[in-house]
């Protein structure tokens, strides 16, 4: 199966090579790439203390760019959105990291949970405010510290358009509503992916899932955890 991977090239190419150990052929198009800000992670550290949390591994990414200046604070507990960004923090040398099941809502149930009394959310933008809202709802302070950003990346509508005719794919997976958004903002990507009836649109959330355009729905699949294994496992109902 031809599956069109729209993440950043960095975890888009992670997700490609696990595609490929599932027998797919991936097909990259990165439609945001990452702009870390070194600088606001490392004063945030620096002015704060007690536990990190962090929705994306994009955060850690960031982390790692410090080098040395990051060993003071790897005793400070971290807590994840998912697995995989826990992983990420936890080969950084973190010593305590813990992990939501896959949702920023989750993840700060988990934190209120364990009682933390002081919290630096490092952050990205955009973001969904999920997070931020659920730890207000349940009385949690918490500083944020916005250490990176996306920027889209803007393909050429002609190789777009050529993608989509040409042998076209057979799925396209979404893990963010501002990615999904930059897909569909493409000309004629709309119209040619109506002439694919046999497409699977495959988004990681519901949040995700409201950037597709509404006759289109048809086509779409969501994933039943917003995680990448539940993501992929809907390739092989296709």
């Known amino acids: 199966m031809r599956v069109l991977v729209t993440r950043p090239a960095h975890s888009g190419e992670r997700t490609a090579q696990r595609l490929r150990e599932l027998g797919h052929e991936p097909l990259l198009l990165p439609l945001t790439r990452p702009v870390h800000d070194k600088a606001a992670a490392r004063q945030a550290l620096e002015t704060t203390t007690g536990a990190i949390a962090v929705t994306s591994a994009e955060a850690v990414r960031t982390l790692q760019s410090l080098g040395e200046a990051l060993t003071p604070h790897l005793s400070r507990r971290l807590f994840a959105v998912g697995e995989t960004t826990a992983y990420e923090a936890r080969r950084l040398g973190f010593h305590s990291v813990s992990a939501s099941s896959g949702s920023g809502r989750e ?85 040619l992916l109506l002439q694919l009836p046999k497409i699977r649109l495959i988004c990681l ?7 597709v355009p509404s006759i289109l729905r048809t086509v779409l699949e969501i994933s039943p955890m917003p995680d990448e294994k539940s993501l992929l496992s809907l390739l092989r109902r296709l």
């Open 107 to 191: 993840l700060a149930e988990l934190i209120a949970a364990s009682k933390v009394d002081r919290l630096l959310y490092l952050a990205g933008n955009p973001r969904a405010e999920t997070f931020e809202r659920r730890l207000t709802e349940l009385g949690r302070h918490f500083s944020v510290a916005e250490c990176y950003r996306m920027e889209p990346v803007a393909p050429s509508p002609e190789a777009v358009a050529t993608l989509l005719t040409n042998n076209p794919p057979d799925a396209v997976l979404f893990y963010s509503r501002q990615t999904a958004g930059n897909f569909f903002d493409i000309p004629r990507v709309e119209s």
């Open 205 to 211: 959330s519901n949040t995700v899932a409201e950037a």
